[in-house]
C-alpha cells in the first residue's frame, strides 16, 4: 500500500505511464479515505498495489523504511523509452547493475515512490503493460 496525496494523479501514472489496470476502487466517507487497486492483473495471478488517500492529506515524508517496487519487464531500455514518451520520469537510465549483469533501471511516480524495473526477457508475465 502507498499513500498518495492526489488519487487521480497516481492512478493515471500507474495506468497511462506504466500500463496497469485499474482494478478496482472504494471510499470510506465515514472515516476519509479512498482507495484505488491497480495491477498487471488481478489477484492472484498477479500482485496488485493499493492506493491510499487520505482526505485533505496532499503529501508524505518517505521514511528511511522504503525503498523501492520492482516490476519485471521484457525490456528495460523499451519500457523506459515508452515511460519518457508517457511523460513519465526515469531516473536511472536502463544499464547492466552495478557489479552485475542484470539490466534494470529506475522510474519515480508523481509522490516521489520508486519503481525499480528489471530485465526479465524470458519472463512471458514480466510487465504486461511495458511491452
Known amino acids: 500500500m502507498l499513500r498518495v496525496g492526489n488519487l487521480q494523479r497516481s492512478i ?3 495506468t497511462n505511464v506504466l500500463g496497469m489496470k485499474l482494478l478496482r476502487t472504494s471510499e470510506n466517507p465515514e472515516y476519509k479515505y479512498s482507495l484505488a487497486f491497480l ?3 488481478s489477484n492472484p495471478a498477479q500482485a ?3 492506493l491510499t488517500y487520505n482526505w485533505g492529506v496532499e503529501q508524505y515524508e518517505m521514511g528511511t523504511a522504503y525503498g ?3 516490476l519485471g519487464v521484457p525490456d528495460a531500455y523499451a519500457a523506459c523509452e515508452k515511460i519518457k514518451a508517457a511523460g513519465g520520469q526515469v531516473t536511472r537510465e536502463a544499464g547492466p547493475v552495478k ?4 539490466v534494470i533501471a529506475f522510474v519515480t511516480d508523481p509522490d516521489g515512490y520508486k519503481i ?3 530485465q ?5 508475465a514480466a510487465g504486461q503493460g511495458l511491452r
Not at 557489479?99 to 542484470?102: A, H, N
Request: proline share 0%; charged share 35%; net charge negative.
Open 116 to 118: 525499480e524495473l528489471i
Open 39 to 41: 495491477g498487471f492483473e
Open 120 to 124: 526479465r526477457a524470458d519472463d512471458h
Open 12 to 14: 493515471d501514472f500507474y
Open 68 to 70: 523501492h517496487i520492482a
Open 99 to 102: 557489479g552485475g549483469t542484470t
Open 48 to 50: 496488485e498495489i493499493e
